[in-house]
């Protein structure tokens, strides 16, 4: 059974990339486009890791991450932040804390591709 992942993100263009090439890596994805629709999704349903924008609409990624903390059902899911906020390009994968990571906007797949699959294996 395919790991599941979600995107959470209000770029579409970003999402649609994303998706795609997650699809083609074998991965079941699905989107959200902000931190509240995310938080439905999550409630619903189960997911092995989720790849979040930390600035969105209604709610943004860390207060989305927060909750997820918070919460003995969700609080060991993965966490990977795609940010253009006080990042450099250089500043690509670096630990947040744990299981969770950061990555520059614009983003390298491969190499996003790479700490996904180190997080899932």
């Known amino acids: ?6 995107v959470v993100d ?3 263009d970003v999402v649609s990339v994303l998706l795609g090439r997650l ?3 074998g991965y079941d994805a699905a989107s959200a486009g902000d931190g509240d629709q995310a938080l439905k ?7 092995d890791l989720i790849i979040l924008d930390i600035m969105m ?8 991450a927060g909750i997820l903390q918070n ?6 899911i993965p966490l990977i932040f795609l940010t253009a906020l006080g990042t450099k390009k250089d500043d690509v994968g670096y630990t947040l804390s744990g299981s969770h990571f950061i990555f520059a906007k614009p983003f390298d797949f491969t190499e996003l591709l790479g700490k996904i699959n180190e997080l899932l294996s």
């Open 1 to 6: 059974m395919p790991k599941k992942i979600l």
């Open 71 to 76: 919460d003995p059902e969700t609080k060991n």
């Open 10 to 12: 209000d770029e579409k």
């Open 41 to 47: 999704m999550v409630q619903e349903d189960k997911f």
């Open 23 to 25: 699809k083609d890596h």
């Open 57 to 64: 609409p209604v709610m943004g990624g860390t207060e989305f």
